[in-house]
């Protein structure tokens, strides 16, 4: 059975870090694209990065790009997400998503494309 389990959400204050995990098992995921999402309440799923299963590849949203880095671990089988510079609107619900197909050439940010979901990670950042 494939799951994907966050963590590392929590309470911060703007201008603070988090680093959030996501824990991939079932498969290795060393060939395939994993991306995070994020929902603030009565808002839509959106996209926040992606990270290719070919090395040095990722994506960001303009939103967060340049405070946030996505990377991975394939021996480990865990991709991360390490959040800097926090701000109130980063507040959300955070999700791990993988792409079940292998060797993808797209970095998708359409959260259809993806068919593996966590069961997400709560990040509240105070002002």
């Known amino acids: 059975q494939v799951q994907l389990v966050e963590s590392g959400g929590g309470l911060v204050q703007a201008g603070g870090s988090l680093r959030l995990s996501c824990a991939l098992s079932?498969?290795?995921?060393?060939?395939?694209?994993v991306a995070w999402f994020r929902q603030a309440p009565g808002k839509e799923r959106t996209f926040v990065a992606a990270v290719s299963w070919s090395p040095g590849s990722e994506y960001y949203a303009e939103s967060v790009k340049g405070r946030f880095t996505i990377s991975r671990n394939n021996a480990k089988n865990t991709v991360f997400l390490q959040m800097n510079s926090l701000k109130p609107e980063d507040t959300a619900v955070y999700y791990c998503?993988?792409?079940?197909?292998?060797?993808?050439?797209?970095?998708?940010?359409?959260?259809?494309?993806?068919?593996?979901w966590g069961q997400g990670t709560q990040v509240t950042v105070s002002s």
């Open positions: 079932g498969r290795t995921f060393s060939d395939s694209n």
């Open positions: 998503a993988g792409d079940q197909r292998t060797y993808a050439s797209i970095l998708y940010i359409e959260a259809y494309e993806y068919d593996l």
